[in-house]
């Protein structure tokens, strides 16, 4: 267990223990804990992180848990959240528990938001705790915006090349993609229900500060930015799927015209060479001459085969293949 705490405003990390981060949090104004706990599922013995850290009672037990999905919580003056972020390929979810004097996030195995958040501190210089938060959520939906562009590029590359040339390996990649698409919609969709539902219900009380209001709506409204990117995604990715399938369908339809022309040459000459090859006594009897051999066996076809030809340069139908190629 990796915890950093970092002092406000001024931006100055150390490194320390859980012990002396809850002494600091007790004693300090304005102050960012950030505690990286060990990866994997398996919650720590003992109790729990929150308790150890002083941050209150069995509402805030959830804190550092693995499993939790996201949440938004209000208790008095406190605010406690899970908040999903996207990571490589990956959503993890980070918590957070803020309050005007700290701001205290727990997260398992090295997570981005650790680095942006004390950038932030010192770039930035919040007035308090509660307007760091802020700075973390928005930084937590720009994860996923940069992962929905990211995609959307990637869709409209493979769209084109699918148009330049079809390959198998692309619906692959489009599946892949789409399942992308559905995982940030699935995981950002709760986290934004939860959080609307609580800050619209903050809003409303007349003691909640006009500066923390604007926060609340900047971030509402950049919330609906990365959602409509995420849908665009997905709608992008629903039309690359219609696109390779009508592609699929216009090659198939070129395979059946193939088939149609060859049966258009080949069929009547099937039927000549059956017709004449029957052993009836009128064939056997009377079609004995080398001439009326060369007239039927020869002749026909030939007649059959610039028929057919005929046929089809009056339909068009060699245009129409040449052009779909």
Same mark, same amino acid.
């Given at each position: 267990?990796?915890?950093?705490?970092?002092?406000?405003?001024?931006?100055?990390?150390?490194?320390?223990?859980?012990?002396?981060?809850?002494?600091?949090?007790?004693?300090?104004?304005?102050?960012?804990?950030?505690?990286?706990?060990?990866?994997?599922?398996?919650?720590?013995?003992?109790?729990?992180?929150?308790?150890?850290?002083?941050?209150?009672?069995?509402?805030?037990?959830?804190?550092?848990?693995?499993?939790?999905?996201?949440?938004?919580?209000?208790?008095?003056?406190?605010?406690?959240?899970?908040?999903?972020?996207?990571?490589?390929?990956?959503?993890?979810?980070?918590?957070?528990?803020?309050?005007?004097?700290?701001?205290?996030?727990?997260?398992?195995?090295?997570?981005?938001?650790?680095?942006?958040?004390?950038?932030?501190?010192?770039?930035?210089?919040?007035?308090?705790?509660?307007?760091?938060?802020?700075?973390?959520?928005?930084?937590?939906?720009?994860?996923?915006?940069?992962?929905?562009?990211?995609?959307?590029?990637?869709?409209?590359?493979?769209?084109?090349?699918?148009?330049?040339?079809?390959?198998?390996?692309?619906?692959? +990649? $489009?599946? #892949?993609?789409?399942?992308?698409? *559905?995982? &940030?919609?699935? @995981?950002?969709?709760?986290? !934004? /229900?939860?959080?609307?539902?609580?800050?619209?219900?903050?809003?409303?009380?007349?003691?909640?500060?006009?500066?923390?209001? +604007? $926060?609340? #709506?900047?971030?509402?409204?950049? *919330?609906? &930015?990365?959602? @409509?990117?995420?849908?665009? !995604? /997905?709608?992008?990715?629903?039309?690359?799927?219609?696109?390779?399938?009508?592609?699929?369908?216009?090659?198939?339809?070129?395979?059946?015209? #193939?088939?149609?022309?060859?049966?258009?040459?080949?069929?009547?000459?099937?039927?000549?060479?059956?017709?004449?090859?029957?052993?009836?006594?009128?064939?056997?009897?009377?079609?004995?001459?080398?001439?009326?051999?060369?007239?039927?066996?020869?002749?026909?076809?030939?007649?059959?085969?610039?028929?057919?030809?005929?046929?089809?340069?009056?339909?068009?139908?060699?245009?129409?293949?040449?052009?779909?190629?």
């Amino acid at each position: 267990m990796i915890v950093t705490v970092v002092g406000m405003p001024e931006g100055a990390a150390v490194r320390t223990d859980l012990a002396e981060a809850r002494r600091r949090l007790a004693a300090t104004r304005g102050l960012l804990v950030d505690v990286e706990l060990p990866e994997g599922e398996q919650a720590e013995d003992g109790e729990p992180l929150a308790r150890r850290l002083g941050l209150g009672d069995a509402d805030l037990d959830w804190f550092g848990r693995p499993g939790e999905p996201a949440r938004a919580d209000f208790l008095g003056d406190v605010v406690g959240l899970v908040i999903p972020v996207v990571q490589d390929a990956h959503v993890t979810y980070a918590h957070a528990v803020a309050k005007d004097r700290y701001l205290v996030t727990a997260h398992r195995g090295p997570a981005p938001l650790a680095s942006e958040i004390t950038s932030h501190v010192r770039r930035e210089r919040p007035r308090d705790a509660v307007a760091l938060l802020f700075l973390v959520l928005q930084s937590a939906l720009a994860t996923f915006r940069r992962a929905a562009v990211a995609a959307l590029l990637e869709v409209e590359e493979l769209e084109d090349d699918m148009f330049r040339q079809r390959r198998p390996e692309q619906v692959y +990649r $489009l599946s #892949r993609l789409r399942r992308r698409a *559905a995982l &940030l919609h699935h @995981t950002l969709l709760p986290y !934004l /229900q939860v959080m609307d539902e609580v800050i619209t219900r903050r809003m409303t009380s007349p003691d909640f500060p006009a500066e923390r209001r +604007r $926060l609340a #709506r900047e971030f509402q409204h950049m *919330a609906r &930015l990365v959602l @409509t990117d995420i849908e665009t !995604l /997905q709608e992008a990715a629903r039309r690359a799927f219609g696109s390779y399938s009508s592609l699929v369908a216009g090659e198939q339809n070129n395979v059946i015209n #193939r088939l149609a022309i060859v049966s258009v040459i080949f069929l009547p000459l099937s039927f000549l060479t059956g017709f004449f090859g029957m052993n009836f006594a009128f064939l056997t009897d009377e079609l004995e001459s080398r001439a009326v051999f060369w007239l039927l066996a020869i002749g026909l076809q030939v007649c059959v085969l610039a028929a057919a030809f005929y046929v089809l340069h009056r339909t068009r139908v060699w245009r129409r293949l040449r052009d779909e190629e």
